[in-house]
């Protein structure tokens, strides 16, 4: 059974660092674009960034692109995200994703989903 598991959430101060972890296993995802996205509380959930299948990067927003980096593992079983320079907005439940269309700054049509892991960034 195909499954993302996150891992690496916690509660850091406004200025720290995280890096969460996605394993995926039970099947391939080579073939799919593999993101992270986030809801804060009360929120709907956003597009985070993400790595398509054919390797090009995509973040939602250039403030997210020069703080948050995303990256895989050889075997690209394994999806990462390095936040650096976090601030209090970037509180959420992050959540990887295996989807199957890439349009724009998003991610859409999304298969298979972690439980996510929860960011708490205090000021």
């Known amino acids: 059974q195909a499954q993302l598991v996150e891992s690496g959430g916690g509660l850091v101060q406004a200025g720290d660092s995280l890096r969460l972890s996605c394993a995926a296993s039970?099947?391939?995802?080579?073939?799919?674009?593999m993101g992270w996205f986030r809801q804060a509380l009360g929120k709907e959930r956003e597009f985070v960034t993400a790595?398509?299948?054919?390797?090009?990067?995509?973040y939602s927003t250039d403030s997210v692109k020069g703080r948050f980096t995303v990256s895989t593992d050889n075997t690209k079983s394994t999806l990462y995200l390095q936040m650096n320079s976090l601030k209090p907005e970037d509180t959420a439940v992050y959540y990887c994703?295996?989807?199957?269309?890439?349009?724009?700054?998003?991610?859409?049509?999304?298969?298979?989903w972690g439980q996510g892991t929860q960011v708490t960034v205090s000021s």
């Open positions: 039970g099947r391939a995802f080579s073939g799919y674009h």
């Open positions: 994703a295996a989807c199957t269309v890439s349009v724009a700054r998003t991610l859409t049509q999304c298969k298979y």
């Open positions: 790595i398509t299948a054919a390797g090009q990067y995509i």
